[in-house]
């Protein structure tokens, strides 16, 4: 990797010298004041990195001792290490640079060090249009006032957003869940830790009812979980059967629904089941979304999944997510509580309630520096 320091006499200008030079690949890795002793060279510093692999396109001969390195017993090791390493790139790319080489802080005048803070959300995830939003409602809070800028920062994005864990409508006195989400999103699995932690575990009658019948032995999985732990399984292939399963269902506590991982182009399925779960007002929808996905694909999901009306907002995968921005800027954007996280793949182990601190200080928790005061 190849990293270089551009000066200049603002941020932008120091940008653009990297830019003209390194390219669109190039990655933002930091911006500072100039210290004293270089301040002749320009008032800003920017640092910059460039993957070996981005300055020219590798020879076939290199490729091929690659190949063999791969296919090498003990080598095998240097190829997966080399893999990770191009992965690792590949994620600093998609969380810094796209975001922070071409956005902006939109505040010129502000102190250098909410211009670092900006940097800082945006490496955490958070888009440009809510890292703005928050930091100009920081200036107005601090205005001046002795205050630990991050702790301003915190109380500011805490402030935007909410936690509610908990399944069905606020008020029944028998609680309907039905999850949704895109394909891979880990519906199945999050029903069947639900069931064990809020169902049996908590002694409810419970049901779990499958719409899922688009994918091979998608409800079959479910149905065998569901034997094992001892709770009732129904699977139903169309919206009348759901209706009817329902009605059989009226002496549970609680009833769980799975529904297929629905693409881009399911509108029919989408629409049917959506019409149907809108007419039937005790039962909420939770949208169920990967941590892993950028905000710009969490938003896009949530608009695909939008005509379900979702009541709430589960995560899974969070111990592979890399950065929490994108969480929370889609609870502040759609005003939907977050309910549970899944933490990996132990059953009912890994699943968590939303909790608001523990969300916060995953995001602060790259951030290395001692904490900035407002002057």
Same mark, same amino acid.
């Not at 509108?267 to 990967?290: G, K, N, T, Y």
């Given at each position: ?9 603002s941020?932008?200008?120091a ?35 460039l ?16 190949g063999?390195l ?5 080598p ?12 690792q790139?590949?994620t ?6 796209r975001?922070?080489?071409?956005a ?33 409602a920081?200036e107005?809070?601090?205005? $001046?006032?002795?205050? /630990? %800028? =991050?702790s +301003?920062?915190?109380? !500011?994005?805490?402030?935007?957003y909410?936690?509610?864990? @908990? ?9 309907v ?7 891979g ?16 575990m ?23 979980y ?7 399984f ?6 009348? $059967?759901?209706?009817? /399963? %329902? =009605?059989? +269902?009226?002496?549970? !506590? ?8 629905? @693409? ?14 809108a ?16 905000a ?45 996280? /899944?933490?990996?793949?132990q059953?009912?182990e890994d ?13 602060f928790?790259?951030w ?7 002057a």
């Amino acid at each position: 990797m190849r990293i270089k320091s551009y000066f200049a006499e603002s941020v932008e200008e120091a940008m653009d010298k990297a830019r003209l030079e390194l390219g669109p690949e190039a990655m933002l890795m930091n911006s500072k004041p100039t210290e004293p002793e270089f301040r002749h060279l320009g008032n800003y510093e920017v640092v910059f990195a460039l993957a070996f692999e981005d300055l020219a396109p590798e020879k076939p001969e290199a490729q091929a001792s690659a190949g063999l390195l791969a296919s090498a017993g003990k080598p095998d090791a240097v190829a997966l290490e080399i893999a990770e390493l191009r992965r690792q790139i590949e994620t600093v790319k998609r969380s810094m640079s796209r975001q922070s080489y071409h956005a902006h802080w939109s505040s010129p005048a502000a102190a250098p060090e909410m211009r670092e803070l900006y940097v800082r959300l945006l490496s955490a995830e958070f888009g440009d249009e809510c890292a703005n939003e928050v930091l100009q409602a920081v200036e107005r809070r601090v205005n $001046g006032k002795s205050e /630990a %800028l =991050e702790s +301003a920062i915190a109380s !500011e994005i805490q402030s935007r957003y909410q936690v509610a864990p @908990g399944l069905g409508v606020t008020g029944a006195e028998r609680r309907v869940t039905a999850l949704v989400g895109p394909p891979g999103s880990g519906k199945t699995s999050m029903i069947v830790k639900l069931a064990l932690k809020y169902g049996l575990m908590s002694k409810r009658p419970l049901q779990i009812l499958s719409t899922d019948t688009c994918r091979v032995a998608a409800s079959e999985q479910l149905r065998a979980y569901a034997s094992i732990i001892g709770i009732a399984f129904q699977t139903v292939e169309t919206m009348a $059967g759901l209706a009817q /399963a %329902l =009605e059989e +269902a009226s002496g549970k !506590e609680l009833v769980l629904i799975d529904t297929p991982g629905f @693409g881009p182009g399911d509108s029919d399925e989408v629409s049917e089941l959506a019409l149907f779960l809108a007419r039937h007002r005790l039962i909420e929808v939770q949208l169920v979304m990967p941590a892993t996905l950028r905000a710009s694909a969490l938003a896009r999901i949530v608009e695909r999944f939008s005509m379900f009306q979702p009541a709430r907002l589960i995560f899974t995968n969070l111990d592979e997510a890399g950065a929490y921005g994108g969480i929370i800027e889609q609870a502040m954007r759609t005003r939907l509580p977050l309910s549970y996280f /899944a933490c990996g793949q132990q059953i009912p182990e890994d699943l968590r309630e939303a909790c608001k601190d523990e969300l916060i200080r995953k995001v602060f928790e790259g951030w290395q520096e001692p904490a900035l005061t407002a002057a």
